[in-house]
């Protein structure tokens, strides 16, 4: 296989994981992978946003109050706004094809209310991955902040990839930004993006099976002039 090929098939296999094993990643391996992503670009070469590795009783502290967020209902004011509101209908059938992709591949039916409370839940235990990882920006950074910090995420997505790991970017956790910065000691001044799950994939998890779809080129890209 060329290096094209190589490329192409590994974006091409790059997937959102949801189970792992528990088989540790090696701290020079974790920080090899950041090293590689933090190779994206960057308007003025700024490199905006950190991530947190967070560990132990620190971890296991932050997943239980933010179970127990969700289950009360409590979710915080985000810190920035990721999805349009209201949703478009077009998005929206988007938002629900990959959903029905999901609980599909668990065999969790649309009126299973337990089942997908059960699955959505696991997005605060960080799919018990080996790494979790918790990713801020400076809330004085603009927008171009996040489009930077974006190209970063992927690249360690891809990074992770090229070295036999997965990985798993998670919204949910920018629904809890303040309990978030209680539990890590951040300033109120550090905008909480999202979570990250990192380490090696389950292969026998059905959960793993999820494949969703990508939208048709002619319906994002057209030729002007």
Same mark, same amino acid.
């Given at each position: 296989?060329?290096?094209? !090929?190589?490329?192409?098939?590994?974006?091409?296999?790059?997937?959102?994981?949801?189970?792992? /094993? &528990?088989? &540790?990643?090696?701290?020079?391996? /974790? $920080?090899?992978?950041?090293?590689?992503?933090?190779?994206?670009?960057?308007?003025?070469?700024?490199?905006?946003?950190?991530?947190?590795?967070?560990?132990?009783?620190?971890?296991?502290?932050? $997943?239980?109050?933010?179970?127990?967020?969700?289950?009360?209902?409590?979710?915080? #004011?985000?810190? *920035?706004? *990721?999805?349009? !509101?209201?949703?478009?209908?077009?998005?929206?059938?988007?938002?629900?094809?990959?959903?029905?992709?999901?609980?599909?591949?668990?065999?969790?039916?649309?009126?299973?209310?337990?089942?997908? !409370?059960?699955?959505?839940?696991?997005?605060?235990?960080?799919?018990?991955? &080996?790494?979790?990882?918790?990713?801020?920006?400076?809330?004085?950074?603009?927008?171009?902040?996040?489009?930077?910090?974006?190209?970063? /995420?992927?690249?360690?997505?891809?990074?992770?990839?090229?070295?036999?790991?997965? =990985?798993?970017?998670?919204?949910?956790?920018?629904?809890?930004?303040?309990?978030?910065? #209680?539990?890590?000691?951040?300033? +109120?001044?550090?905008?909480?993006?999202?979570?990250? +799950?990192?380490?090696? +994939?389950? &292969?026998?998890?059905?959960?793993?099976? =999820?494949?969703?779809?990508? $939208?048709?080129?002619?319906? *994002?890209?057209?030729?002007?002039?």
């Amino acid at each position: 296989m060329n290096s094209s !090929d190589a490329f192409s098939h590994l974006l091409n296999e790059r997937r959102s994981v949801r189970a792992y /094993l &528990p088989t &540790p990643v090696a701290h020079d391996l /974790l $920080c090899e992978v950041l090293a590689l992503a933090r190779r994206a670009p960057s308007g003025a070469n700024l490199q905006p946003g950190t991530f947190m590795a967070v560990q132990g009783a620190t971890r296991d502290q932050l $997943c239980a109050a933010l179970v127990q967020s969700w289950r009360a209902g409590a979710q915080e #004011k985000e810190d *920035y706004d *990721y999805f349009p !509101d209201p949703m478009p209908l077009t998005l929206r059938r988007r938002q629900v094809a990959a959903a029905q992709a999901l609980y599909g591949a668990l065999g969790v039916t649309r009126d299973d209310r337990a089942g997908r !409370d059960a699955q959505f839940e696991r997005n605060f235990h960080f799919f018990d991955a &080996p790494v979790a990882l918790v990713v801020t920006l400076p809330h004085d950074f603009g927008s171009g902040g996040y489009m930077d910090l974006g190209m970063t /995420l992927y690249g360690l997505m891809l990074a992770a990839q090229a070295k036999g790991l997965a =990985t798993c970017a998670i919204g949910a956790m920018a629904s809890y930004p303040s309990l978030i910065r #209680k539990h890590l000691g951040l300033a +109120a001044t550090s905008h909480i993006v999202c979570g990250m +799950a990192l380490g090696y +994939a389950d &292969p026998a998890a059905a959960v793993n099976q =999820t494949q969703t779809t990508r $939208c048709a080129l002619d319906e *994002y890209f057209q030729v002007i002039g």
